[in-house]
């Protein structure tokens, strides 16, 4: 049976109060479309009040430390996080493996202490253009999945996103035989490292989904949603996303 569909919207470093309406646009467009599960992890300076304001909804944190207090100036725990009023949080996107040099074993440890705190994990692997050409990009995302697999994981709280980081605000999306060959890749990925319940792990597609090109991707066998950045930043946008999802 097919996975429920996840679309995630995630924000980055986009968003200040006055976008708490976009939220507050996507939920109420997010409620009418029961079949697919919709989530956004905007800035965490929004998430309290994004989470009051659309009760019901899901919202989300693009990272959390993997300590669950203590000297880590600038940082917030996935306890934090999950007081302010997230229920799930981003982890190991390749902005923050690139810009922050986080590396599997903190990715595992921070899926661990969301997990911990009541919070959902979306974990995040991708390759580079350069790891793609040279042809290892299935090694690369096994390896980084492997790594970062936090134990005792189950699809009620973990979700894995598949992220080619050389599609990520591009405009480039991959050919649709490489999604279904890279999906069915962690799948199998999946299986190797928790068995029977990897079938209900959801994996997202992530880079340049767009109301255009997603009816597409969401058809590929073992995709069960998407992480969508530029896309997910107003319900104009994000709308027909959801829409697709719910028709797949
Ligand atoms: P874009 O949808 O803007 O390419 O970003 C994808 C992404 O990185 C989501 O986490």
Not at 2 to 12: F, L, Q, T
Not at 106 to 132: D, F, M, N, P, Y
Not at 136 to 156: N, T, W
Request: with cysteine; net charge negative.
């Amino acid at each position: 049976m097919a996975n429920r569909k996840y679309i995630v919207g995630n924000w980055k470093m986009n968003g200040l109060r006055a976008q708490l309406s976009d939220i507050a646009d996507i939920a109420a467009l997010a409620e009418t479309h029961e079949g697919v599960d919709v989530a956004i992890c905007p800035p965490v300076t929004l998430i309290a009040q994004a989470a009051e304001n659309t009760q019901g909804f899901k919202i989300g944190a693009q990272d959390c430390h993997f300590a669950i207090s203590g000297a880590h100036t600038g940082c917030l725990s996935a306890e934090m996080i999950r007081e302010a009023g997230a229920t799930l949080t981003i982890l190991g996107h390749s902005e923050r493996r690139t810009d922050q040099h986080e590396t599997d074993a903190e990715v595992k440890a921070k899926a661990q202490a969301a997990h911990s705190a009541g919070l959902g994990a979306i974990i995040c692997v991708g390759e580079t253009e350069q790891e793609r050409d040279a042809g290892k990009a299935i090694d690369i995302v096994c390896g980084q999945l492997a790594g970062s697999f936090p134990e005792g994981a189950d699809a009620d709280w973990l979700t894995i996103a598949y992220e080619p980081v050389w599609a990520i605000g591009t405009g480039r999306v991959p050919e649709v035989s490489d999604v279904e060959e890279m999906h069915a890749a962690i799948r199998s990925q999946l299986a190797q490292l928790m068995g029977d319940g990897a079938g209900a792990v959801r994996i997202l597609y992530g880079g340049s989904m767009n109301g255009s090109n997603a009816a597409q991707l969401l058809a590929v066998a073992n995709v069960d949603g998407g992480l969508v950045g530029g896309a997910s930043l107003t319900a104009e946008k994000f709308g027909p996303i959801i829409k697709a999802a719910a028709e797949a």
